[in-house]
């Protein structure tokens, strides 16, 4: 007992150093793979049950570790939600970069957000539990990208296809939440079907490809620009 209490005063400075810095012996594992992991973790459990336990678990590191990087578990939430965030933007926009035709754009968006919701089926939970975390800048932040750089894109398409005539005004806010829980809800349709046996006949892959096609129809068919008939005609 006495030994640990007459330490030389310069050990304890440098442990006390050491917990405050990056944890020793995980040079390896960086922040960005933290994250990468986590999202991996995200496509099997809901965020209510991401911890940072389960991260470190997963990533075979130490816990120390991820609280280093992250400090709390909201901190970890709200840089996943970053991360998917970006890599979804990054998905559309190089897919849209030499496209300019209204419609074509609504159907690049629909094809990738269909397939990223079957990929990350708990990203619009983890966007929910994140805004739902108290005040934070980062957090807020991150959701006035979001929402902001996504209002400008809808805003974009619509106005371009009011100008040439193929769509008709409307709200890109609504149009935005349409689209967005139209494509999220697919992988819990499809997914109870398959399980109790009842639907086409047919692979996820071709269901898939076939609902592309029927959204992006029935997106068209509701915002094209046409006749406005009376019920009576």
């Known amino acids: 007992m006495h030994q640990s209490i007459d330490r030389p005063a310069g050990t304890a400075i440098r442990r006390a150093r050491r917990a405050q810095g990056r944890p020793a012996g995980e040079s390896s594992i960086g922040k960005d793979v933290l994250i990468q992991k986590a999202a991996e973790l995200l496509r099997h459990l809901p965020p209510e049950k991401l911890s940072m336990t389960a991260v470190a678990k997963h990533a075979g590191v130490h816990l120390t570790l991820v609280r280093y990087y992250f400090n709390g578990r909201s901190?970890?939430?709200?840089?996943v939600a970053?991360?998917?965030?970006?890599?979804?933007?990054?998905?559309?926009?190089?897919m849209e970069q030499t496209q300019t035709d209204?419609?074509?754009?609504?159907?690049?968006?629909i094809n990738i957000l269909v397939d990223f919701y079957l990929q990350n089926p708990f990203y619009l939970r983890l966007m929910l539990e994140v805004v739902n975390i108290e005040k934070d800048e980062f957090v807020d932040e991150l959701i006035a990208v979001w929402m902001s750089k996504t209002m400008d894109i809808y805003r974009g398409i619509i106005e371009r296809g009011v100008a040439d005539g193929?769509?008709?005004?409307?709200d890109e806010f609504y149009t935005f939440f349409a689209i967005m829980g139209l494509c999220e809800q697919f992988r819990l349709g499809i997914r109870a079907f398959e399980r109790i046996g009842v639907g086409r006949a047919e692979s996820t892959e071709k269901?898939?490809?076939r609902y592309k096609d029927f959204?992006?129809?029935f997106v068209i068919n509701g915002v094209g620009a046409r006749p406005v008939l009376d019920a009576g005609h």
């Open 75 to 79: 901190r970890l939430l709200a840089s």
């Open 166 to 170: 193929t769509l008709r005004p409307m």
């Open 82 to 94: 970053r991360h998917l965030t970006i890599e979804l933007g990054d998905r559309v926009a190089e």
């Open 207 to 209: 269901a898939t490809a």
């Open 215 to 217: 959204l992006y129809d």
């Open 102 to 109: 209204a419609r074509e754009r609504l159907r690049i968006r």
